[in-house]
């Protein structure tokens, strides 16, 4: 199966840039896909496509990366930004998700 | 307006089958697939299975034969069953749509396997 690695956790200060990274184990081509997901919720998607922005997503979220290397950029950080997100590939069978990195908003 | 909706049972015993259903809206099962995601407690999100809008299905093999996926059209429910569950089994069972990403969640169903 293809393995999606995400750093665990970034803490950063309202009105700062965050990126998040996602790095396959094989390429994805651009079949990446990018989840927001706050505590007790269902996931929401936030980018698919690797950087389509879903509709309803504010314009500060977005996505770019092809092949194995992937990035959510969030700009600006605002405080209910603060959530778990993950990245999905559909790429490979099964699609597989990352482990999530979890955003702390200072 | 697009919804999915799990239920099933809070607590399973361990070794036992367990059954979900998604009763969707909005849609059609004979035009959009299904697919099962699940996350253990504090943990991330594993793929499950699919049923596609033409009657097929998909499994992730992680799931071996444990897995069955099935529908019925007439009432726009998907229906999950695993069999011999375990401890690690434990999760919380969320049915998306309509694939390869997930634009619409249900709210999932958190079940716990208890021994």
């Known amino acids: 199966d293809t393995v999606l690695t995400q750093s665990p956790a970034l803490a950063v200060s309202p009105g700062e840039r965050v990126t998040i990274s996602c790095r396959a184990s094989e390429s994805v081509s651009t079949l990446m896909h990018w989840y927001q997901q706050k505590p007790g919720q269902q996931p929401t998607l936030l980018i698919y496509?690797?950087?389509n922005l879903e509709s309803g997503v504010p314009a500060r979220f977005s996505g770019s990366g092809s092949g194995t290397d992937f990035t959510l950029t969030i700009d600006p950080v605002e405080a209910d930004d603060t959530a778990t997100y993950y990245c999905q590939q559909s790429w490979n069978d099964p699609p597989t998700f990352g482990s999530g990195t979890k955003l702390e908003i200072k | 307006q697009v919804q999915l909706k799990e239920t099933g049972p809070d607590l399973v015993q361990l070794t036992q089958t367990l059954s979900i259903t998604c009763t969707v809206s909005?849609?059609?099962?004979?035009?959009?697939?299904v697919h099962w995601v699940r996350q253990p407690p504090g943990k991330g999100l594993e793929w499950m299975g699919a049923m596609w809008n033409g009657g097929g299905t998909d499994y992730n093999s992680a799931f071996k034969s444990r897995l069955s996926i099935s529908r019925d059209t007439s009432k726009s429910q998907v229906f999950l069953k695993m069999n011999s569950l375990q401890t690690d089994d434990t999760a919380k069972y969320f049915c998306?749509?309509?694939?390869?990403?997930?634009?619409?969640w249900g709210q999932g169903v958190m079940v716990t396997v208890s021994s």
């Open positions: 909005g849609f059609s099962l004979t035009t959009y697939n």
């Open positions: 496509l690797a950087s």
């Open positions: 998306a749509f309509p694939g390869p990403y997930f634009d619409y």
